[in-house]
């Protein structure tokens, strides 16, 4: 009787929906008979389906297929997953404020938020959860220990932990407070005159926290500032203005939105004062630097406001809002694309012109159409923002990543911070070769087995010889070959020192400076920001790369 009630309820609904369309004769014909199909389609279904069928399941599974088929950013919002949604954009939740993980089936703490509830109650990275609250954990999935670490701010919570050096479990009381995920986890100086800020999201009063960070950098010296935008994905329209804002003039245009309802195109000024139009400037972008870090790097790039300095950044150049739906459910709608002040878009993927397969392809380099800077530079459209200045992502040896993906550099670090009470700061801290000697004989009796692109090439030729009948005559070189890369392997712990030791000390500065020790310990040797520092420390240089050939820098 219920599936019966259900099914009827849909076709219902289905038919009062009919008459919310406006009426523009064959599209409204096909509205109707579709969703005629899908009311009766769903009803036959619930009826006599083989086996019981959960009504909210079928539907979410059907809506979120149809929305798939537009865009991977247009999505259905169950009543269940809005509070996920909300933190998503606002930054905010009730927790204990740190970072857990599964591994080997074990929950890990990665790294506490320094001056929150787990830190300030002891918890350290390294630690493994037990218990919550009296509840083994052993074998929930890392969604339900989310669910159960978080809470209502001012909320107690009990944590039973295994401690690395610690024989008993230990028990950590933590009172449960209200989250706010910074959108700047760090700003400072990495010379003595050029500051540096990380942004990594969009969340509401990013604009603030930028604007904070660079008076503060401003009144520590800086001269000069590095925009790191590396690896953020995005969020908040208003508040990518914002910042763009604090860069450029009063009136200037940021960015305008155009889709398919004419009288809902907008276009975004800059509508305050900024804090400085002329402090020398370097934005630093990935390949995942997309959305709103788009608009950012574009507007900086577009006024001729700051060198680019990395990766060329995403190319999502589509906007969505949120429309609010019955039952406390919301769709997430890409409503227009937006374009920076030059006049181009940066989406770099046609989802409205798809391939046979149903795949959508990216707009070819070949169809990219110039634009222009404020000082006459070209800029193209079609596929993300392009650096200035390319600096191609660092690639890791094989050992590098297999000693990461394995957790070594997690497990020593754990280790090393038991048996060591303190360290230099981040930004000073180098590991001595007697330690990184400590290190290597912590992995003697690891797995650091891993298989080469090198070794991966010799099977090939081994299975293929074997094809072609012709293993036997090349059997003695095969042997050689492997011979060699087995030594080179044994090798490579001293080979890649340097990048090993580099990964180690990131590692090791998170446990006494948790997310600042991190960014502050790649200063030395993070290629993006060492290039970076040597425009910014180079005027004419820098200048050359804001000015097309052929201007004459303007005298500053």
């Given at each position: 009787?219920?599936?019966k009630?259900?099914?009827g309820?849909v076709?219902i609904?289905?038919i ?6 406006k009426?523009?004769s064959?599209r409204?014909f096909e509205?109707a008979?579709?969703?005629?199909i ?5 009803k ?5 389906y ?5 009504p ?8 979120d ?5 537009l865009d991977p950013y ?8 809005i509070?996920?949604?909300r933190?998503m ?7 204990i404020g740190?970072n857990?993980?599964k591994?080997?089936?074990k929950?890990i703490?990665?790294?506490p938020y320094?001056?929150?509830p787990a830190?300030k109650?002891g918890l350290?990275?390294?630690?493994e959860?037990l218990?919550?609250?009296?509840i083994?954990?052993g074998k929930?999935?890392a969604?339900e220990?989310n ?8 909320t107690?919570?009990?944590l ?6 610690v024989?008993k479990p230990?028990?950590i009381?933590?009172?449960r407070?209200?989250i706010?995920?910074?959108n700047?986890p760090y ?6 005159d050029i500051?540096?800020?990380q ?9 603030r926290e930028v604007r904070?960070?660079?008076l ?7 001269k000069?500032?590095?925009f790191d935008l590396?690896d953020n994905?995005?969020?908040l329209l208003?508040?990518?203005v914002?910042i763009s804002n604090?860069?450029v003039?009063?009136?200037?245009d ?6 398919k309802?004419?009288e809902?195109?907008?276009?975004y000024?800059a ?6 139009t002329?402090i020398?400037l370097v934005?630093l972008?990935?390949s995942t ?6 608009i950012?790097?574009?507007v900086?790039?577009?006024y001729?406001r700051a060198?680019l300095v990395?990766e060329r950044?995403y ?5 969505q809002?949120?429309r609010?739906?019955s039952?406390?459910s919301?769709l997430?709608v ?6 920076i002040?030059?006049g181009r878009?940066i989406q770099?993927i ?7 397969d149903?795949?959508?392809?990216k707009?070819s ?11 006459g ?5 079609g ?8 600096v191609?992502e660092k690639?890791?040896?094989d ?17 090393f ?5 303190s360290?230099?700061k981040?930004?000073?801290?180098r590991?001595s ?5 400590k290190?290597?004989?912590?992995l003697?009796?690891?797995?650091i087995?891993?298989s ?7 099977e090939?030729?081994?299975r293929k010889?074997?094809e072609?009948?012709?293993?036997d005559d090349i ?9 060699r890369?087995y030594t080179?392997?044994a090798?490579?712990?001293a080979?890649f020192k ?18 600042k020790g991190v960014i502050e310990?790649?200063?030395d ?5 060492l290039a ?8 004419d240089?820098y200048?050359?790369?804001l000015?097309?050939a052929g201007?004459k820098?303007a005298?500053r």
């Amino acid at each position: 009787m219920m599936k019966k009630y259900l099914a009827g309820s849909v076709a219902i609904l289905a038919i009062m929906l009919l008459f919310s369309f406006k009426n523009d004769s064959g599209r409204f014909f096909e509205i109707a008979k579709n969703l005629d199909i899908f009311a009766t389609l769903y009803k036959e279904v619930n009826t006599y389906y083989v086996d019981d069928v959960a009504p909210s399941k079928l539907m979410k599974t059907g809506i979120d297929a149809m929305l798939k088929s537009l865009d991977p950013y247009t999505n259905y919002i169950a009543e269940d997953d809005i509070e996920d949604f909300r933190t998503m954009t606002t930054g905010q939740y009730g927790g204990i404020g740190a970072n857990i993980g599964k591994r080997d089936e074990k929950t890990i703490v990665q790294l506490p938020y320094e001056g929150y509830p787990a830190q300030k109650a002891g918890l350290l990275a390294g630690d493994e959860i037990l218990k919550i609250d009296g509840i083994s954990i052993g074998k929930k999935s890392a969604l339900e220990v989310n669910k159960l670490l978080r809470g209502q701010a001012n909320t107690p919570i009990k944590l039973e932990v295994k401690r690395f050096g610690v024989d008993k479990p230990l028990t950590i009381d933590i009172v449960r407070d209200k989250i706010q995920i910074d959108n700047v986890p760090y700003y400072g100086m990495v010379t003595n005159d050029i500051g540096y800020f990380q942004l990594s999201g969009f969340t509401i009063d990013a604009g603030r926290e930028v604007r904070n960070a660079v008076l503060k950098l401003k009144e520590q010296g800086a001269k000069k500032i590095i925009f790191d935008l590396r690896d953020n994905p995005g969020g908040l329209l208003n508040e990518a203005v914002n910042i763009s804002n604090l860069f450029v003039p009063k009136g200037k245009d940021i960015v305008s939105t155009k889709g398919k309802l004419a009288e809902r195109n907008r276009m975004y000024k800059a509508i305050d004062e900024p804090i400085d139009t002329e402090i020398p400037l370097v934005v630093l972008t990935s390949s995942t630097s997309a959305s709103a870090s788009e608009i950012v790097s574009g507007v900086m790039q577009d006024y001729d406001r700051a060198v680019l300095v990395g990766e060329r950044t995403y190319g999502k150049g589509l906007v969505q809002e949120t429309r609010p739906l019955s039952y406390n459910s919301q769709l997430k709608v890409t409503t227009a694309k937006y374009y920076i002040p030059s006049g181009r878009c940066i989406q770099s993927i046609d989802y409205a012109h798809r391939n046979a397969d149903g795949s959508a392809g990216k707009i070819s380099d070949s169809l990219r159409v110039a634009f222009k800077t404020a000082t006459g530079r070209v800029v193209y459209d079609g596929g993300g923002i392009s650096p200035d200045v390319e600096v191609k992502e660092k690639q890791y040896s094989d050992i590098t990543k297999t000693l990461a993906n394995k957790g070594y550099f997690f497990d020593y670090a754990t280790k090393f911070r038991a048996e060591n009470p303190s360290i230099p700061k981040a930004k000073d801290f180098r590991l001595s070769d007697a330690e990184y000697q400590k290190f290597v004989s912590f992995l003697s009796n690891k797995d650091i087995s891993y298989s080469t692109s090198v070794e991966q090439a010799v099977e090939d030729l081994i299975r293929k010889s074997k094809e072609d009948k012709h293993f036997d005559d090349i059997k003695q070189d095969i042997e050689t070959m492997k011979k060699r890369i087995y030594t080179n392997k044994a090798n490579d712990l001293a080979r890649f020192k340097d990048e090993i030791r580099e990964m180690l000390e990131q590692e090791i500065a998170s446990r006494y400076y948790f997310q600042k020790g991190v960014i502050e310990s790649t200063f030395d040797d993070d290629e993006d920001i060492l290039a970076a520092i040597n425009i910014l420390n180079t005027p004419d240089k820098y200048y050359a790369y804001l000015k097309p050939a052929g201007i004459k820098k303007a005298s500053r």
